[in-house]
């Protein structure tokens, strides 16, 4: 239960110039006062027996209240005030000087440990009367005792228990480091907040402990801040504080943001517009917007000082802008630090960043006319082609090698490996990850705000089997989308949901819902930098170059496409709204480019060889003497056909069989032979001064062999009858089949293209 401030009990002040006139004698401060002056320490004296003094025998108590007492006189009478109107300001002021004069008077450490002990007395006394409100230094000085009798030892107790229960079951490993990180400090704000029951503190009690901490330097703002932080995931995953996690503390940036030199008026002009864009844009997109205008009027105010308002600006302006920008670094006319990281200050601004540039001042100046501002310029100021085009690279896919090596990583995984290999504990969420990276292509701020409800089962109704699909949240084009997932998938997620255990909410940034984010571990939400670092070490795991999650998602795009996966169904399945986004994720792998390149060629080529059979492209003079044959002249004769090939061009095949030896033509061939030996020596006689010098050799060479097979089968020498005697049945179409069944004696027609 929470308890008010102790009422201020009904002091005595018109006894105060009495005490402090008992004060200044000389045995004031080691005789008690008496009578009426009893009442002035009734208060303190209850207070300290009550809830400071920790001796078990009445005289201990004596002793112990009797220099509480003491200490306490002396500080009334140096600081001329009753103990009611003291201040932290003054008293730490007084004790360190006090120690100081200790230092120098030489005092033993058993001495001024002594002192120490007396002094938190007094100021713990103070605390429980009312008279001083809680500082860090009445916690620091005394923090197990101090608790305790603000909570009483059973309660606080049971607030340990509960609060390092839960604190396991989130995620944290090291009780030692919860205690002191979280459970002492947890104590503390419980003592400032002036409540026993944790349900009962607000975030505000949280961070105005952490305020009076900071300040008091007790503590540093680093140490605070994490105490804070893990109070605050424990009490929201046992149901206190709405059951939300803290948010992401936002980046402190080097200097506020301002408007630099830009000329006032505009710079009102300026955050109105930003004020209306916040209505209906992301926060980074009206940071963008904001770095643009401030740039643009900090830059203005130096190049034409006598521009005061955004209705003095001018095609001029606009012009020399942009020419600037082609010169401007990271950091020019704008917050030093608060833009951009701080690696990157001095570097020139990247294309990007003046394409965006450009393209916010032009939203800006069109967005103030359509409102009707009264400082519009009332005139264009920019024409087509004033924003440039960005460049559109190819896809940043994964190779193949590096895919498949990343792919066989991922499947060998184990806890032992991920524990060596330093990758995110604990490990079912780690392989949950990274089976969501490698199935779904997922943007890495939708993978990160993934909920627990996210797997979805439905019943095919073809098959009446159970499917699952995964509900990607909410994204970059504002909308949702349901995504086929494999069994593996399910089973990965499954393994990390019953080692998840309960974890507090997170509130939506998008939605601005409280939601129950699937990666929470810790009572902290998985982060795209923290994916990215997993990512990285695996990448070190698998020996491949450094990717991203982004590169993840690309590859996968690409894999999908090469596989013949529809465009309509890689934009479902990608969030795109528009084919176009898809077509630069989807694009063609090198190995598919290749396999249509080599059959564009074959398609091209065999078109030229049947084009060939109408017209011959050779020079105009062999082309006019060719005229007359041109059937023979032209092609080579097979014997069995015509070559559609020009002589004039190489081939390895068309009379590669006449001079080999294995080579045994048929008697009944002989006038096919002897037609083809014709054609092929006026072929030679023909062209012989154009042939080139390997056409006239290979033509020479099938002629010698030819005269030496005719010559063969007209004496009958080694020649191959017509039938042989044979028990079997001779087979159709085969070697010794009569004449007219064989293919090479099929009536021809003549050569193609002839008559």
């Given amino acids: 239960m929470r308890s008010a401030a102790a009422p201020a009990p009904d002091w005595p002040s018109e006894l105060w110039p009495a005490l402090r006139t008992h004060l200044s004698g000389s045995r004031a401060l080691r005789v008690p006062p008496h009578g009426p002056l009893q009442r002035f320490w009734a208060p303190f004296d209850e207070a300290c027996r009550r809830h400071t003094l920790r001796s078990s025998t009445a005289l201990g108590h004596r002793a112990k209240l009797g220099a509480a007492r003491r200490l306490c006189a002396r500080l009334m009478l140096e600081l001329d005030d009753p103990y009611w109107a003291f201040d932290w300001g003054r008293l730490l002021a007084w ?19 002594r002192w120490a002990v007396t002094w938190s007395h007094v100021t713990t ?10 500082h860090d230094a009445l916690y620091r000085g005394n923090h197990r005792f101090f608790t305790r009798r603000w909570l009483g030892e059973e309660r606080a107790q049971q607030i340990a228990e509960r609060f390092l229960a839960t604190a396991r079951a989130i995620g944290y490993r090291h009780e030692r480091q919860v205690r002191k990180q979280g459970l002492n400090v947890l104590y503390s704000v419980l003592v400032f907040a ?19 901490a900071t300040a008091a330097g007790s503590r540093s703002r680093r140490v605070a801040r994490a105490s804070v932080t893990c109070i605050e995931r424990v009490l929201a995953a046992m149901g206190y504080l709405g059951g939300e996690a803290p948010r992401a503390a936002a980046a402190r940036q080097g200097e506020p943001a301002t408007w630099g030199r830009t000329a006032p008026a505009m710079a009102a002009t300026f955050e109105r517009f930003l004020a209306d864009l916040r209505t209906v844009r992301r926060p980074g997109t009206v940071e963008s917007y904001r770095v643009a205008l401030r740039r643009f009027g900090d830059w203005l105010r130096e190049h034409d000082p006598a521009v005061g308002s955004v209705a003095e600006v001018r095609r001029a302006h606009i012009e020399a802008f942009k020419l600037a920008l082609e010169r401007m670094r990271c950091g020019d006319y704008t917050n030093a630090a608060a833009p951009f990281h701080a690696a990157h200050l001095g570097e020139p601004l990247s294309a990007a960043h003046k394409v965006r540039a450009v393209s916010c001042l032009r939203a800006f100046f069109e967005r103030i006319e359509v409102l009707e501002y009264a400082e519009r310029p009332g005139r264009p100021l920019f024409v087509r082609g004033d924003v440039a085009r960005l460049d559109q690279p190819a896809p940043r896919f994964i190779p193949d090698a590096d895919w498949q090596r990343l792919v066989a990583t991922i499947e060998g995984l184990t806890p032992e490996r991920a524990l060596q290999h330093r990758l995110p504990r604990p490990f079912e969420r780690t392989a949950a990850i990274l089976a ?6 997922l943007r890495a701020g939708e993978l990160c705000r993934l909920d627990t409800g996210c797997l979805v089962m439905a019943r095919d109704a073809a098959t009446h089997a159970d499917t699952h699909w995964l509900r990607v949240p909410l994204g970059k084009l504002h909308t949702d989308r349901l995504v086929p997932v494999r069994p593996a998938l399910v089973h990965a997620v499954d393994a990390w949901m019953r080692a998840r255990g309960p974890q507090p909410l997170h509130r939506d940034e998008r939605t601005g819902k409280p939601r129950d984010l699937l990666f929470t571990w810790q009572g902290r939400a998985l982060r795209p930098p923290l994916l990215n670092a997993c990512i990285g070490r695996l990448c070190a795991l698998a020996g491949v170059p450094r990717y991203t999650s982004h590169q993840f998602r690309h590859t996968l795009a690409v894999q999908w496409r090469r596989n013949g996966m529809r465009l309509e169904t890689i934009s479902r399945l990608l969030g795109h709204s528009t084919l176009q986004m898809t077509l630069r994720y989807a694009a063609v792998m090198p190995a598919t480019v290749r396999r249509e390149f080599d059959a564009a060629f074959a398609a091209i080529d065999a078109e030229q060889r049947s084009a060939a059979a109408v017209r011959v492209v050779l020079s105009p003079e062999a082309h006019l003497e060719a005229r007359r044959h041109w059937r023979e002249s032209l092609w080579v004769d097979l014997g069995i056909g015509f070559c559609g090939l020009s002589a004039y061009l190489p081939c390895a095949n068309r009379l590669a069989c006449l001079p080999c030896p294995n080579w045994i033509p048929d008697r009944q061939d002989l006038p096919l032979l002897e037609r083809q030996r014709s054609n092929l020596i006026e072929l030679r006689t023909l062209v012989a001064s154009d042939l080139p010098s390997e056409r006239a050799e290979e033509l020479a060479g099938a002629v010698e062999a030819l005269d030496q097979h005719i010559a063969e089968l007209g004496s009958g020498a080694d020649a191959v009858p017509a039938s042989l005697p044979s028990d079997d049945p001779p087979l159709t ?10 293919p090479r004696h099929r009536e021809r027609r003549g050569a193609p293209g002839g008559p």
Avoid at 734 to 740: L, N, T
């Fill in 733 to 742: 179409g085969g070697a010794h089949a009569p004449p007219g069944t064989h």
């Fill in 436 to 441: 969501i990276l490698l199935e779904c292509a």
């Fill in 194 to 212: 002036r409540t026993t029951d944790p349900a009962t503190l607000t975030r505000a009690d949280l961070e105005a402990w952490e305020a009076q």
């Fill in 95 to 113: 004790e360190a000087a006090e120690r100081a004069t200790h230092a120098r008077e030489g005092r033993s450490a058993k001495w001024r440990n």
């Fill in 125 to 134: 006394t103070l605390f429980f009367l009312g008279a001083l409100p809680y």
